[in-house]
């Protein structure tokens, strides 16, 4: 079974400093996708960065990038430069089967703070 | 930019009322999913759509609920007799044919009394 796994449930950063949140994954299949996605207070999900299984450069998107390392199913999302306004839930996600529709499956979350 | 909407944003219900809750996909999207959050809780996937049939559904995803694309840009979330369970967050989220990205609505939160 596919499985997405975050153990930080809380992380606190200083504004303008680079923060790492956590995700680890399992899967059996050789073709998956990554994702992150943001979660304001005010509800809404907000796609951030996807990084693809057989991609071998690490995804970037902006001050958005990923640590994917494979080997150890890893791929945790680094914000550079950390503004106010990154205060936000944020969710790691794996696209499951294609041939099941190609669900999310979700992590638990990190609440991240950014203090000023 | 193209986004996913819905309506309504909130919704208060009775317990054993049916509700529909109504999404927009992107229009050149062909992959269409429902998932809730129940309040402090993750994302969990109720059910995936595709060539007007369901492709996959979860076990949350029972007899009570239902999906419909009754024209070329709705996409609807049907429950029959909601249930105090079913307060929760409802997000609708669409993918092209040539893409992994799921993109979201802003969800309806469902409040069910």
């Known amino acids: 079974a596919q499985k997405i796994t975050q153990t930080q449930p809380g992380m606190f950063v200083q504004e303008k400093e680079a923060v790492t949140l956590d995700c680890t994954y399992d899967t059996s299949d050789q073709s998956y996708g990554l994702f992150w996605y943001k979660q304001p207070s005010s509800g809404e999900m907000i796609f951030l960065i996807y990084?693809?299984?057989?991609?071998?450069q690490n995804a970037t998107e902006g001050r958005y990038s990923l640590n994917f390392q494979k080997a150890r199913k890893s791929t945790n999302l680094v914000i550079s430069a950390s503004q106010l306004g990154d205060s936000a839930m944020y969710f790691c996600a794996m696209r499951g089967h294609y041939n099941q529709g190609g669900k999310l499956i979700f992590g638990q979350g990190t609440e991240l703070s950014v203090k000023p | 930019e193209p986004e996913v909407t819905q309506t309504p944003s909130h919704q208060v219900t009775q317990m054993g009322q049916e509700v529909i809750l109504r999404c927009v996909p992107i229009?050149?999207?062909?992959?269409f999913y429902w998932y809730r959050q129940i309040l402090g809780q993750k994302v969990e996937f109720l059910v995936s759509?595709?060539?007007?049939?369901?492709?996959?559904k979860s076990e949350i995803f029972d007899d009570q609920f239902s999906v419909e694309r009754p024209d070329g840009s709705n996409f609807t979330l049907k429950i029959r007799s909601t249930k105090l369970e079913d307060s929760a967050m409802y997000f609708c989220?669409?993918?092209?044919?040539?893409?992994?990205?799921?993109?979201f609505g802003p969800g309806t939160r469902l409040t069910v009394l």
């Open positions: 229009s050149n999207h062909l992959y």
């Open positions: 989220a669409s993918r092209g044919w040539d893409g992994d990205t799921q993109y």
């Open positions: 990084q693809g299984s057989y991609d071998e």
């Open positions: 759509f595709y060539n007007n049939e369901i492709s996959e």
